[in-house]
């Protein structure tokens, strides 16, 4: 069974459209995560979300809107895409709050805009 | 700012070698953590040390913590080419997220 799964895994679209991908967590942690992953393969946080609720949204433009519907779900959505949100997303949950433990990922989504 | 420095950038070696990877940080820490990622997938957690430990073992890997030089290495003995793929190290400090760096590329030949 998939621990963190994420969908779609290949995103491709033009600049401007509005674009979600869809993260679920099954194992019951509460505290969900979504990352950037550039083409350099550096990693950076851009959300944390405990219990549904937002507790760490780093400088991301308000055009990324996370969304939890509950603690097992994070969405992402992007509005206006750009040239530059071309990336690999990763969803990722753990059971701590403040993200000091193990952490879990998603396959990732490749976003790719032209 | 980037808190994980891998060193080095990539490793390429023959199956059977060890290989070590290197980790330096800048701000005191509550654990360093190791992940893999293999090409197009998710990380994978390896290993959490403590800022009050020194070394771990699991399996293949040890992986050593030196607060004073803010450095850990990870060390993967007998490797195989299974062992291909990108290690990351991550900080945890304090209240603030996990801080990534931007990884080691290990090669390991057949």
């Not at chain 1, 959300?47 to 992402?76: M, Q």
């Amino acid at each position: 069974d998939t621990a963190v799964s994420q969908t779609p895994k290949y995103l491709v679209t033009q600049m401007g459209n509005d674009k979600s991908i869809k993260c679920e967590q099954n194992l019951g942690h509460d505290t969900m995560y979504w990352y950037k992953q550039d083409s350099k393969k550096f990693l950076k946080i851009m959300f944390s979300y405990n219990n549904k609720e937002l507790i760490i949204n780093e400088t991301v433009p308000n055009r990324f809107s996370p969304k939890s519907p509950d603690k097992a779900h994070l969405n992402l959505h992007i509005n206006s895409l750009e040239l530059g949100d071309s990336a690999v997303y990763f969803c990722a949950s753990s059971q701590s709050v403040q993200g000091s433990g193990e952490q879990y990922f998603g396959p990732g989504t490749r976003l790719t805009v032209t | 700012s980037q808190q994980g420095e891998e060193d080095p950038q990539a490793l390429s070696i023959q199956e059977g070698e060890n290989a070590t990877m290197n980790c330096s940080y800048k701000t005191s820490i509550n654990n360093l953590q190791w992940y893999r990622q293999n090409s197009g997938r998710g990380l994978v957690h390896l290993i959490l040390i403590r800022s009050n430990e020194r070394e771990k073992h699991s399996g293949r890997l040890r992986v050593t913590l030196d607060t004073s030089k803010k450095s850990s290495s990870l060390l993967i003995t007998a490797s195989r080419a299974a062992d291909t793929a990108s290690y990351f190290c991550a900080t945890s400090s304090g209240n603030t997220p996990l801080v990534f760096g931007k990884g080691t590329r290990l090669s390991v030949i057949a």
